[in-house]
């Protein structure tokens, strides 16, 4: 069965704090993506992590990805306020499938909150 | 660029009756669109999603369909409704490749009373 597992599912942060994100994938994947959802709203996208050991940086947030482990990271370094929302890794299973599937299986998605 | 629109933003339906949603995607050709249901404070359920105009795939059995009648277009519908049947619902596009990134509308809030 394909699945997308992300823990914790709930993490209320401080600011200033580091903390990470993880995403476990049942088969080979390596292709996966992390998303931003805010309350109410759709999702934006924040990084594709496209081979192992891929890590993609942007601002506080980094991602990372092992194939091997079939696990992605997304780290968060000092933590504020503006980081608060639900993020989801989402992972493209097409060697599953003999080739492209052109689709994604989300994570259940972690909702953050930062505590001042 | 490129750009998906997704009407109506909100939508409150008495149970029984039909539904219609409708996904457009400008500035780009042939790409994979996605039907994901998202039950309140829960993940992303993927729904349908279609390769090419009138090839749609089901993911999941249940009260709903799908049709791509025209390349850029993607239709979400169902002849009765039921309460279960309420969620965010959110379209999104993507193109065939190594990168298959999806790019989300801006989702439909369903009620079902």
């Known amino acids: 069965e394909l699945k997308v597992e992300q823990n914790p599912l709930f993490l209320s942060m401080q600011e200033g704090k580091n903390y990470t994100i993880y995403c476990n994938y049942s088969t080979t994947s390596d292709r996966l993506y992390w998303y931003r959802q805010d309350p109410g709203k759709s999702l934006e996208s924040l990084f594709v992590l496209l081979s192992n050991g891929a890590v993609k940086q942007e601002g506080r947030l980094m991602a990372s990805l092992d194939t091997k482990a079939r696990l992605s990271t997304l780290h968060i370094t000092a933590a504020v306020h503006d980081l608060s929302a639900t993020y989801f890794c989402?992972?493209?299973?097409?060697?599953?499938?003999?080739?492209?599937?052109?689709?994604?299986?989300f994570g259940t998605g972690t909702l953050l909150a930062v505590q001042p | 660029s490129q750009t998906i629109h997704q009407w109506p933003a909100t939508l409150v339906q008495p149970v029984g009756s039909p539904l219609s949603l409708e996904c457009t995607v400008e500035?780009?050709?042939?790409?994979?669109l996605y039907w994901y249901r998202q039950a309140a404070g829960r993940g992303l359920q993927l729904l349908f999603y279609s390769v090419g105009i009138g090839q749609i795939s089901s993911e999941v059995p249940q009260n709903l369909s799908a049709s791509r009648p025209q390349d850029r277009q993607f239709i979400l519908s169902s002849k009765k409704l039921l309460l279960s049947d309420s969620g965010f619902y959110l379209c999104a596009w993507s193109v065939t490749g190594l990168n298959t990134e999806a790019f989300f509308g801006q989702g439909t809030r369903l009620t079902v009373v």
């Open positions: 500035g780009t050709s042939n790409p994979n």
């Open positions: 989402a992972v493209d299973f097409y060697l599953n499938y003999g080739g492209a599937t052109n689709k994604l299986i």
